[in-house]
């Protein structure tokens, strides 16, 4: 045999044993596709990821646990999803992905079971059940306390803990408000005012750039957009010049690029507010001057554009998670105003027997208020009760307060799980310190708000689950 014939025999062999072992390798890829396609007929969608922040659910509303799919997803409605404990919730099914969002924060604490079931494939085919469990953490809040002889604290507590952090130590602390990222504090500096943003996370401080020496009150935050806002009045004003109660409001982190606060200004002009709030979930104010004139302006919009809803006497607050404001106006009293719609309803009266006479009235997520009423003796306020009404104007007391004591401030935790209520003793506690007085003795105490248990009492006030401080 020559040898191209033996080449060429070798060739043919080659080319034998290759298409062999294609053959094998292609019946190998049929075998297993068709095992994934029997596979994919018996067994519905499956989870290849969950994604869920327990601890930004306790502290913010919109947080949302979100499952995605190995597939598409066919429809799914809000009844196939089961929380427990029970909870408000909204569905977003798109795709690959179900969203089940809570438009009011978590209980802190509290094991959840999300499931969701009878999900399908978007072809059909047989269905399954998604479900995930997860723990929120315990409760942290944040407490001012001052200091008469030494340094005044922010400190950070746990309900249920024992042990409390320093977090911001000043010679003389007024006020402060908390973000989940930020602290701001307005401080007192000898004979002038600061303002301190801190990096919960690493400790840096920077100062904000105020417009000039003057007086800073009503310090606010917002948790959504991470802005601060605070009235500012020159130190020199008088009637003929200067800022008198003038809303400035600024980027938090801005302040450590040396970003300066801008006032607010409506129809060309800086009003002087007497009451003022943040509107969760968007860029705009809710504002009170001292006219009475009550205005939404959007932070965002160049021109000072406003929206007026008439005359009031006060904001009370504006309800986490909605756009609703409880107003006290000059005729009708105290009304829910809806701030999308301009409607209007009245808040009615709860009878707990005896005169009463109404200190603190704050709106809650739910469509409920807390409230609290002195009872009243010879028309002389004694002791006071702390009570949250529901929506349907049924009251159930939280706390009480004993005679003999001063209510100073009343608040709730996010998802209204515990009321904070702030008291002093009357006798012996004389007033002092800072631009913002308060007696020198003031204890917090929590109370589960479904219980009425206290569950815990720490010095100090202004803690941080309140949009403003007690004054």
Same mark, same amino acid.
């Given at each position: ?15 034998? %044993? ?56 066919? +429809? ?10 029970? =909870? ?6 798109? $795709? ?26 978007? $072809? ?7 479900? =995930? ?19 005044? %604290? ?49 400790? +840096? ?163 409920? =208020? ?62 002092? $310190? ?38």
């Amino acid at each position: 045999m020559s040898t191209d014939s033996r080449r060429a025999h070798r060739a043919g062999l080659a080319r034998r %044993r290759y298409a062999r072992a294609v053959a094998v390798v292609l019946g190998c890829f049929l075998v297993t596709g068709g095992a994934a396609a029997a596979v994919s007929l018996t067994q519905g969608p499956r989870i290849t990821e969950v994604q869920a922040d327990p601890a930004a659910a306790t502290d913010t509303s919109g947080s949302r646990v979100i499952f995605t799919a190995n597939q598409a997803l066919g +429809d799914v409605d809000a009844d196939q999803v089961t929380i427990e404990p029970a =909870t408000d919730f909204a569905l977003d099914a798109a $795709g690959r992905t179900v969203g089940v969002r809570f438009p009011i924060a978590l209980d802190a604490g509290t094991e959840y079971t999300v499931t969701v079931s009878g999900v399908q494939g978007i $072809g059909g085919g047989p269905t399954s059940e998604f479900t =995930t469990a997860f723990t929120t953490p315990p409760s942290e809040v944040l407490v001012l306390e001052r200091d008469p002889s030494g340094d005044d %604290r922010i400190v950070r507590r746990t309900v249920g803990g024992e042990d409390a952090e320093v977090v911001v130590s000043a010679g003389d602390i007024d006020d402060f408000r908390a973000t989940s990222s930020y602290i701001v504090a307005s401080v007192i500096d000898g004979d002038a005012m600061r303002v301190i943003v801190i990096d919960r996370a690493t400790g +840096d401080q920077a100062d904000v750039a105020l417009p000039g020496p003057g007086t800073v009150l009503g310090l606010q935050v917002s948790e959504r957009g991470q802005l601060y806002g605070f009235t500012f009045t020159d130190q020199d004003v008088s009637a003929e010049s200067g800022r008198e109660n003038v809303l400035f409001t600024g980027s938090i982190a801005g302040a450590f690029d040396g970003a300066e606060p801008d006032p607010v200004v409506v129809a060309g002009d800086e009003p002087s507010i007497d009451r003022w709030r943040f509107v969760p979930e968007t860029s705009s104010l809710l504002l009170n001057d001292f006219s009475g004139d009550l205005t939404l302006v959007d932070r965002t919009d160049p021109d000072g554009e406003v929206s007026s809803f008439g005359t009031a006497l006060s904001i009370e607050g504006v309800a986490r998670s909605t756009y609703t404001a409880l107003i006290d106006r000059i005729d009708e009293g105290f009304v829910e105003l809806d701030l999308a719609s301009g409607e209007q309803r009245g808040v009615s009266d709860v009878d707990l027997g005896g005169e009463r006479l109404l200190g603190h009235m704050l709106p809650l997520a739910d469509g409920g =208020t807390l409230r609290s009423y002195a009872l009243l003796e010879d028309g002389i306020p004694t002791s006071s009760d702390v009570v949250i009404v529901d929506a349907d104007g049924e009251a159930h007391e939280v706390a009480a307060v004993a005679e003999g004591e001063a209510l100073q401030q009343v608040c709730a935790s996010p998802s209204v799980q515990y009321v904070a209520v702030a008291v002093s003793p009357i006798a012996d506690n004389p007033y002092g $310190g800072s631009v913002q007085t308060l007696p020198q003795e003031v204890t917090t105490r929590i109370y589960d708000a479904r219980t009425g248990d206290e569950v815990a009492a720490w010095p100090g006030f202004d803690v941080s689950w309140c949009e403003a401080g007690p004054w």
